[in-house]
T-cell receptor
C-alpha cells in the first residue's frame, strides 16, 4: 500500500518562479517528514525535514509547509534556479521505523 | 572523506545469472539499506539491517539476498529468481538514534541492466 502520495509526477517552472510539490500521508503515527533531492546519476541527499510540532520550516529558498489536520505537507522552492532541476522525494516515518518514500517529482527549471 | 561507496556503477548481466552489488560505508553507521529505483515508482526498500548478522526484508525482497557480516559492508545479490532486475540500485546508511534523526546517506547507485 502507498502510505505517502506525491504530486505532481513532473513539473516545469520558469526561472525565478515558485516550485511547489505536494505530499499526503495516511499514517497518523508518522512524526518525521524529510525531503530528498536527487540529481541524475546520483543518490538522493537530504534537503530539508520537518516534525509535526511546527507548521513551517524554512532553509534558504526551500520551505516545508505542514498541515497536520489535513495530513499533507509540501515543498516550496522560491526563486527557482536551473540548478534546482532534479528529482524530489518526500518521505515519512515514525520512531526508528523505515522511511516510506513518495514516488518522486521531476522538476525542470527553464530559462 | 566519509561516505558510502557502491560498486560497480554499471553492470550488465545475462538472464539466469546471479550478480552481487557491493556497498561499503565508513560512517560508522549501524543501519544499512538497499533500495530499488524505477521510473515513476520512487524508492522501494529491498532489505535493511540494523545490526551485524541481522537483516530484515523490505517491501520487495523476492529474488534478492543480502548479508551483513561486517558493520561496514552490506552486499546485495540479485538472483536469477528476480523477474525484472533491470533497475537503479541504491545503498544507504543511517545512525540509529532515539528519537529518530531520520537522515539516510545514500551511495551513488549501481545501474543493473539484464541483456
Amino acid at each position: 500500500q502507498q502510505q505517502v502520495k506525491q504530486s505532481p509526477q513532473s513539473l516545469i517552472v520558469q526561472k525565478g518562479g515558485i516550485s511547489i510539490i505536494n505530499c499526503a500521508y495516511e499514517n497518523t503515527a508518522f512524526d518525521y517528514f524529510p525531503w530528498y533531492q536527487q540529481f541524475p546519476g546520483k543518490g538522493p541527499a537530504l534537503l530539508i525535514a520537518i516534525r509535526p510540532d511546527v507548521s513551517e520550516k524554512k532553509e534558504g529558498r526551500f520551505t516545508i509547509s505542514f498541515n497536520k489536520s489535513a495530513k499533507q505537507f509540501s515543498l516550496h522552492i522560491m526563486d527557482s534556479q536551473p540548478g534546482d532541476s532534479a528529482t524530489y522525494f518526500c518521505a515519512a516515518n515514525f520512531g526508528n521505523e523505515k522511511l516510506t518514500f513518495g514516488t518522486g517529482t521531476r522538476l525542470t527549471i527553464i530559462p | 572523506d566519509g561516505g558510502i561507496t557502491q560498486s560497480p556503477k554499471y553492470l550488465f548481466r545475462k538472464e539466469g545469472q546471479n550478480v552481487t552489488l557491493s556497498c561499503e560505508q565508513n560512517l560508522n553507521h549501524d543501519a544499512m539499506y538497499w533500495y530499488r529505483q524505477d521510473p515513476g515508482q520512487g524508492l522501494r526498500l529491498i532489505y535493511y539491517s540494523q545490526i551485524v548478522n541481522d537483516f530484515q526484508k523490505g517491501d520487495i525482497a523476492e529474488g534478492y539476498s543480502v548479508s551483513r557480516e561486517k558493520k561496514e559492508s552490506f552486499p546485495l545479490t540479485v538472483t536469477s529468481a528476480q523477474k525484472n532486475p533491470t533497475a537503479f540500485y541504491l545503498c544507504a546508511s543511517s545512525i540509529i538514534a532515539r528519537p529518530n534523526t531520520g537522515e539516510l546517506f545514500f551511495g551513488e547507485g549501481s545501474r543493473l541492466t539484464v541483456l
